[in-house]
């Protein structure tokens, strides 16, 4: 049971273009053989065996737990269609109130938010404990709020060169421990588990 952030990466940093388009990030859930099914919401990876492995086992690890994301990603992906990934109640961090035409939440089990730490102790309280968090500026206000318990990275070897970084304005001492380094397919996959000073 963690608070995990995953997030597709370029080499130099950054997790979409400046126009929000993530390119070639992506390009390695098509680029093999194997099918993995995405939990919560219907889509499908083709990976490579190792990818398959690596995918598999993170699913497994939000499967029966919440998500919490910022408002640019729910509204970017237009809250997902209503289906949040990994299957349960997601959680929406924004100042705003949420789209006029959002459906009720027992249609769509969004609830929206105003402070980073209360979406996360919701997120924690309505699973089996664990949370994916989505938007990178909400997952680094989950780092510099010692919040977040596992930092993802599927690393992309290529440069993007400007856009939305992933860690752009970091405030903490955290340390990050190598828990697994999986090579796939245009992508290695990268596991840490985030250790704070005061743990
Ligand atoms: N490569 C990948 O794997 C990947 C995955 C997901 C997303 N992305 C990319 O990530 C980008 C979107 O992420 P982002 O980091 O820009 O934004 P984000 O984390 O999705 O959301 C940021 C927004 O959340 C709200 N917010 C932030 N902190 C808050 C707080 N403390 N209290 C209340 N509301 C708060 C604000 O919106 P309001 O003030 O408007 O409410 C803020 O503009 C897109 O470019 C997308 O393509 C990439």
Do not use: K
Not at 37 to 57: E, H, N
Not at 93 to 122: G, I
């Amino acid at each position: 049971m963690a608070v995990v952030a995953s997030f597709c990466m370029s080499l130099d940093g950054f997790v979409a273009r400046p126009d929000d388009s993530v390119g070639p990030l992506f390009d390695w859930y098509t680029a093999g053989d194997v099918e993995v099914p995405m939990v919560g919401y219907p889509m499908t990876f083709r990976v490579s065996p190792a990818s398959a492995d690596y995918l598999r086992s993170f699913l497994d690890t939000v499967r029966h737990g919440a998500f919490v994301c910022g408002r640019r990603v729910f509204d970017y992906t237009h809250g997902w269609g209503g289906n949040p990934p990994g299957g349960g109640a997601a959680f929406v961090v924004t100042h705003q109130p949420p789209p006029s035409d959002w459906p009720a939440s027992h249609l769509a089990p969004f609830t929206f938010v105003s402070s980073v730490s209360r979406a996360v102790e919701l997120a924690v309280a309505a699973g089996d404990g664990s949370a994916g968090v989505s938007g990178p500026n909400i997952a680094q206000q989950c780092l510099n709020l010692g919040l977040l318990d596992e930092v993802r990275i599927d690393l992309v070897p290529v440069l993007l060169g400007s856009g939305v970084r992933y860690f752009s304005d970091l405030h903490t001492d955290a340390s990050l421990e190598q828990v697994e380094v999986v090579a796939g397919v245009g992508v290695t996959h990268l596991r840490y588990r985030v250790r704070y000073p005061q743990s």
